[in-house]
């Protein structure tokens, strides 16, 4: 019989949310049309990017009848990705890089913008399911759930956190939870001789 924290685990496997997020986000930019690679003017450039993180949004959260971009709210979340990719200034770097067509140049920062939403969302995804399933359990209940999944998943986990009584991981169980899909996921393409 499944207990609580398998469904949750199997509800949190990265089948059911990277991996669904990712295959959202690449038909997204797959389907994602500009008349132009290299773009020389800073509005056209704020613009294309609002509308390219409207587009990713609508399809990863299956916004089915399309939502206009808000240029300076899209452009804010936009420019969110580019600094977290770029660093503090990652806006203009990427300007930079569409204007003039190196490192990359167009494509790459559409990828790029991509690759940082898919870790978002599926992030966002993972921690919600995780939440619900937390705080609805009573104290007796979370020390159960905490206790299985060492049982269970303790020798996945780096040892300094599992030495001892597993502090570590009884004190922050909710992160190790967050952090479960991805570690399954580098197990699996570890045994598919892929290494992401």
Known sequence: MKTKLDNLLESIDPARTIDQV????DDALNSFSAKSGIIKDWDEFRKLFSTFFRHLENHVLRIH???SPNPDIDWGHCCKHL?????I??????????????QGGFYKVLKEVAGQMKEEYAGNEISSRINHFWNALSVDEMIEAIEEYIEKY?????SELTEG?????KMNFPKVLK?????????RNVG?????
């Open 192 to 196: 598919r001789g892929t290494y992401k």
């Open 165 to 169: 009584s597993a502090g570590r991981i």
């Open 179 to 187: 952090e479960h899909p991805r570690l399954i996921k580098r197990m």
């Open 65 to 67: 009848t399309f939502r």
């Open 22 to 25: 990712s295959a959202r986000i």
């Open 89 to 102: 200034n990652g806006e203009k770097a990427a300007f930079e890089m569409v204007r003039t067509g190196t």
């Open 154 to 158: 303790g020798h996945l986990l780096p």
């Open 83 to 87: 600094k977290n990719k770029y660093g």
